[in-house]
């Protein structure tokens, strides 16, 4: 049986190979530190709500909920949300994460309805590149923010660029240029930047009403 979400997999990613690679790989993306300073960045105050697309196993979305925000947590696996599902379950207040199947080209929240917006090491996984900044702008608040990174393999300087420098070529290129000239269409000031975070090259797309 073929999964609705396989289209947004690397070929490397399908299979019960990829679930225990991901298993060995789990404290690396367990406790994420891109994800947490994306969130310092972000700075998601309490009451507030945030998106977190691609959430994985959800270091962003733990940070999150720990300065007291909403969370909607997002992702096409399965096994994903299970991680996080059974992971949410162990933080202080539990009902401040949400955890659901979903893309960005399909977000399952209202108009206007979320204050922060962000996604690590996504962006490259989405299928339909206007359509998902069209459903960020649809669900971000008048006075809300979006951060988007991946980190730029193609970029020598990274630790692991003779491994993945192709790997946005399976599946979507992530030029910053494109994806803020898709934000301003929709009405909101964004900036595309190649830069380090962490000491990581990333690609880098802030964006606000």
Same mark, same amino acid.
């Given at each position: ?21 991901? *298993? ?20 998601? /105050? ?7 697309? =691609?959430?994985?196993? =959800? ?47 399909? *977000? ?5 309805? %979320? ?11 989405? @299928?339909?590149? #206007?359509?998902?900044? #069209? #459903? ?6 008048? %006075? ?9 393999? @193609?970029?020598?300087?990274?630790? /692991?660029?003779? @491994? ?27 900036? =595309? ?5 962490? =000491? ?10």
């Amino acid at each position: 049986m073929v999964n609705e979400f396989d289209r947004y997999r690397h070929e490397h990613d399908k299979g019960v190979k990829a679930k225990i690679s991901w *298993i060995l790989k789990l404290p690396k993306f367990w406790n994420s530190p891109l994800s947490k300073e994306v969130i310092r960045v972000l700075d998601p /105050q309490k009451g507030e709500n945030v998106l977190d697309i =691609g959430a994985g196993m =959800g270091p962003a979305a733990i940070e999150a909920a720990s300065r007291g925000a909403h969370v909607v947590a997002i992702d096409p696996s399965r096994f994903m949300r299970a991680i996080l599902g059974f992971r949410r379950q162990f933080q202080k207040d539990p009902g401040l994460i949400t955890v659901e199947a979903g893309v960005a080209e399909k *977000i399952p929240l209202s108009k206007r309805s %979320t204050n922060v917006v962000c996604a690590v090491n996504a962006v490259h996984h989405w @299928t339909d590149l #206007e359509g998902s900044i #069209e #459903e960020i702008a649809r669900v971000i608040a008048p %006075t809300g923010r979006v951060l988007l990174v991946d980190e730029d393999f @193609t970029d020598p300087k990274h630790p /692991q660029h003779e @491994t993945h420098h192709d790997h946005e070529e399976e599946m979507t290129k992530v030029d910053v240029e494109i994806i803020k000239g898709l934000f301003e269409s929709w009405g909101l000031e964004a900036k =595309g930047e190649k830069v380090l975070l962490l =000491g990581l090259p990333v690609k880098l797309i802030k964006a606000n009403f």
